[in-house]
């Protein structure tokens, strides 16, 4: 999809990654850019700068608790009226918190979902609506066991496998939307995580990027990306995609056949 005189949404939208994709879509032609965020003053802050730099009411801040559904779904009936449509919804809001586990699922996957729906429910062609696309912003820990990081690994994991299954022909055919998934490494510094996690040697091998570099990856992906597609973002080199298995995995050589006993019969030597 080409971008210039699309409208799009952003959520997570007031700092970091979330603005630099705001940015980006705008400086790549998007006709207006809605921002959403819970962080008020942040999110007021990143309109100011990015109708200073593009012109007024180019972007338009809404304030949303994105694990309020409710909320949710009056941020986006509101944004669709501001907009009068949508093409493009970047689903980027994520927290890491291993202690409160609740939030970062709720933050990090039910949002994602609650989200893909309601953007789904706006661009489908079956509808009425004329299609377009969705990005997922997942975790190269999504694709990685990280021992550090275990319940924000599981939610990431989770967005890749919730966005490739809605992006199989059984939706596709019908809604005409595609839905794609971006999966940044780390950005900023470590400092920027809990002390434990960022003094942890795995992590340590990770080398920090920009978020511009991420954001022309998301630029790349929205126009040439296919549907369902996974994309990483990483060390601040330009994106590329990875295959996953459409399959169950290979069975290990050493794996029983069926009705082979899983105990040795014979004892141990000693």
Request: aromatic share 6%; with cysteine; glycine share 8%.
């Amino acid at each position: 999809m080409q971008i210039k005189d699309k409208r799009a949404i952003v959520t997570g939208a007031a700092s970091d990654l979330g603005l630099a994709f705001s940015r980006e879509l705008l400086r790549n032609g998007a006709s207006m850019i809605i921002m959403i965020d819970i962080r008020q003053s942040s999110g007021e802050n990143a309109v100011e700068i990015l109708n200073s730099e593009f012109g007024r009411k180019r972007a338009v801040f809404l304030h949303c608790d994105v694990t309020n559904s409710s909320k949710v779904d009056a941020a986006f009936k509101e944004a669709i009226s501001i907009l009068g449509g949508l093409d493009i919804l970047i689903n980027n809001a994520g927290v890491v918190n291993e202690t409160d586990f609740s939030k970062t699922i709720d933050v990090n996957v039910t949002a994602v979902i609650r989200g893909t729906l309601l953007g789904i429910q706006q661009m489908r062609k079956d509808s009425g609506g004329k299609g377009g696309v969705i990005v997922n912003v997942s975790s190269i820990a999504g694709l990685r066991a990280l021992s550090e990081l275990p319940v924000y690994s599981a939610t990431k994991h989770a967005v890749v496998s919730f966005s490739r299954s809605f992006a199989q022909p059984y939706h596709y055919g019908r809604t005409n939307v595609k839905v794609i998934v971006l999966c940044p490494g780390l950005t900023g510094t470590l400092e920027d995580l809990p002390q434990d996690i960022s003094d942890s040697e795995i992590l340590q091998n990770y080398r920090p990027q920009r978020v511009e570099s991420v954001a022309h990856g998301l630029v790349y992906v929205i126009r040439c990306a296919q549907n369902g597609s996974v994309w990483i973002s990483e060390d601040g080199k330009p994106v590329y995609e990875v295959q996953l298995p459409d399959t169950l995995p290979q069975k290990k050589s050493d794996t029983l056949d069926a009705g082979e006993s899983a105990v040795d019969p014979k004892p141990a030597e000693s």
